[in-house]
């Protein structure tokens, strides 16, 4: 089969269907011109085409060559008890958090009152109620305690040039917070001395400090209300408090939240027709653990990539994909196994599984969690993983690898062999969390996580990044409830309100004092099929305070830029609030994160300016609930990524929570582009038709756009043949984040082809509105039904294809 990659199919679904970013989410607004589509495609073209500049991460550092041995992994014979944490699939379930009861009532994500005192919305304390915990008083001794116990073979060496983001001279989070202090403090000066003269607020003034007294005032706070616990966290705060880079905020996940609940389509997850979704055969298969032939559910996978551009590898003909399954009605069988099918074969019904990585015998106590993969010089697989024993009742995660030899016999895929098993990291204490330091912790509560590495080559180094929790350098605690640089306010009195609002609150209390998220990366020495830790850097994101898990890293270079993206849940966080509200509204809470650097160690920013790149649209019982997003890149015809990625997820989340029968699948795949400015959306129109597409190039289809309900057609006479009078009003607007449309007609789908506008003016409304079924893209030379909505984009987008050479004249057999 002919490969090809290409970048036309996502300029064709940008173009034709640049409408559809206004107004409602739901809205399918389509405008093409076969003018402005060449403009457009030619000048993203151009741009993807150039070289993405080289730039050098790896630093000579010699005091940094300590190399991580073998870890014991071995896994107690006895089955872990009742209360034990599940696996990750566990976290798949988008409305569990099973460390903390759901016990805040439900509450608007509304700034509160000036004073600041989250009373109003206080709900019932948490079943771990956290008897605040105050790790700020105990994390450092217990940190280097247990960083001294735990797993000594993984001290390596830290370069203060490298691992901090200040030593790189990079700026801070814009949020300073003793100059936004000393401002608004002078701006609020008379009137917060006014209340001087009432007793009470001046008996609670009396007992602030210095700081606080500031503090207060350049919040406005209405002293006479004051509690004690206000008072004493105010006193707490420190004034030097300001964020680093790459930190995401409190604030960032409440405005994510809003984003959600409005249905933002700049970020909105496309909905998905669930009478299209199955589930997904390959995964009809035996069982790890007890050998027996059955239905799996899949969740979180992902491809042997090349480690240096992302991209899918052409394994021999095959594309391959590792994936965590199990069966649906034991939700702690979470195993890895290997699926594969023909390089570009599209086809879901032909993949195959090769069975489980580790093979038969498995067990529940010792499992395999998710990971990447890339090609070895030699043609084996190294596979980076993560080792999880819950021996202990509670998941004691490792990073891991392990060298795997293929077999290929007449278009059968085997797992011949497998050497070098090993651990290459648990931890270091200082800069991310041990087990030993989070057993010194409150384990119903805080959420160890060390996990989901991502191999990336930059420049013929090799990197891992992975999900982490932050070590005594910028440990969890009481502490990070009182830095107000975790809060990312837009004034003083909205990171004091929101620190009342925390404090007030049980639940949210424990969740903000252990929540130290964070996305790690290392250097890798040692060989491609024995590989070491050769350096450990300072966390490229972390999030104290807003939540406690980000997860399955994935890096992209495009551009000289580097593109970080990882996937997360709102209700891991601390914003009672928010997360709730989202649920309310959705259903669900998931999200996907995104952030980008100049250099590929420090310097994270988020995307869109909070990090959000996907939002819920359905409910986490749905069929078509989605997760564990990764990003595939879209590559150009240099071979190198363009900025449109392919997003994959599984669909349904596990144990028949959508109905007995209904496994967790793969789900269909859909584009994402990311703009120059920082900015990304989602292509509407992109969503492909078949589930488990992990490749595109010019035989890809894409299914209809889907909300629900018919399309309505509309003919376009008044922009003429060829639509030129439309050109110019459509615009990206950075500062706005979104397409902008001077067209009033959400609900209408404008066909400006050439061919889509004969067509269109031909059929009237109700003609149309009886033709909205499924057209597939149609292949340059094909006859194609342009007497629906879909036949009007799949033309426009076959001509796209056509004029950058990549169509094929058939459609692949």
Known sequence: ?????????????????????TGNASANNVSTNNSQIETSAKKATSQNQTKASSESEAKSDSVATATASKASSAAAKSSATANSTSAESNS???????????????????????????????????????????????SASSAKASSTASQSSNEAAVNPETAGF???????????????????????????????????????????????????????????KLTHQEIDALNSVKMDSTPESGTVTYTDYADIAKDMINRNPQYAIPQFDPSTIKNFPAATTADAETGKVEPLDIWDSWPVMNADTGAVTDWNGYQLVFGMAGNPANNRDNHLYLFYTKYGDENFNDWKCAGPVFGFGQNSVHQRWSG???????????????????????NDQRIATVTLTLGLNNGQISIVDRQNEKILFAGDGKLYQTFAQFEQGNMNVDNFCLRDPHIFVDNGQRYLLFEGSTGSDNYQGMDQIYNLGNYGGATIADDVNDMFQIINNSDMTARGSYANAAIGILRLG?????????????????????????ERPDIIKINGKYYLFDDARLNRGTNDPSWQAADKA??????????????????????????????????????????????????????????????????TNRNWVAGKGNDATWGPSFIV?????????????????????????????????????????????????????????????????????????????????????????????????????????????????????????????ASILAAFGFADKKRRG
């Not at 509160?112 to 109620?129: L, Y």
């Not at 990447?372 to 509670?394: E, K, M, R």
């Not at 040692?526 to 980000?550: F, R």
């Not at 509309?714 to 060829?722: A, D, L, T």
Request: aromatic share 6%; net charge neutral.
């Open 166 to 224: 200040q030593a790189h001279g990079t700026q801070a989070n814009e949020h300073n917070i003793p100059a936004m202090v000393k401002k608004e403090a002078a701006q609020n000066k008379e009137k917060f001395e006014q209340q001087l003269v009432n007793p009470d607020a001046r008996a609670a003034y009396d007992k602030l400090n210095a700081n606080a007294k500031e503090i207060a005032q350049a919040a406005n706070i209405d002293l006479a």
């Open 673 to 797: 582009e990311i703009m120059p400015d920082g900015t990304t959306r989602v292509v509407p129109g992109s969503v492909t038709k078949e589930q488990g597409v992990w490749v595109l190039d010019d035989g890809t289809q894409f299914a209809p756009v889907y909300n629900g309900s018919a399309v309505k057609v509309v003919s376009n006479k008044k922009n003429g043949v060829n639509g030129q009078k439309n050109a110019e009003k459509i615009y990206y607007d950075a500062q706005k984040r979104n397409l902008v449309v001077s067209r009033a007609n959400a609900n209408e789908v404008q066909a400006d082809t050439v061919q889509s506008v004969r067509m269109a003016n031909k059929a009237n409304a109700t003609k149309s509105e009886k033709n909205t079924s499924a057209n597939g893209l149609p292949q340059t030379g094909e006859t194609a039904s342009n007497k629906t909505v879909w036949g009007m984009i799949s033309m426009a987008m």
């Open 1 to 21: 089969m002919k490969k090809k990659t290409i970048t036309a199919i996502a300029l064709g679904a940008a173009a034709v269907t640049a409408g559809m970013a």
């Open 372 to 394: 990447s993969a890339c090609v070895n010089s030699d043609g084996t697989i190294q596979l980076y993983y993560t080792d999880v024993d819950t021996s202990t009742g509670h």
């Open 92 to 138: 798949q379930v988008a409305n569990s958090q099973s460390t903390m009861s759901n016990a805040t009532s439900e509450a608007s994500t509304g700034s509160m009152s000036t004073r600041g005192a989250a009373s109003s919305s206080n709900g019932a304390t948490s079943n771990h109620s956290s008897s605040k915990s105050s790790k700020n008083e105990s």
């Open 526 to 550: 040692g060989t491609e099929k024995n590989p070491t830790v050769a350096h450990v850097y300072a966390p490229l994101v972390q999030a104290p305070l807003a939540t406690d898990e980000i």
């Open 586 to 651: 959705v259903g669900d809470n998931v999200i996907m994160l995104g952030f980008v650097s100049d250099h590929l160690t420090y310097g994270y920013k988020p995307l869109n300016g909070t990090g959000v790149v996907l939002t819920a649209t359905a409910n986490a019982n749905s069929r078509t609930a989605t997760y564990a997003y990764y990003a595939v890149p879209i590559l150009g015809k240099d071979g190198q990524p363009t900025n449109y990625v392919l997003i994959t997820d599984y669909m």
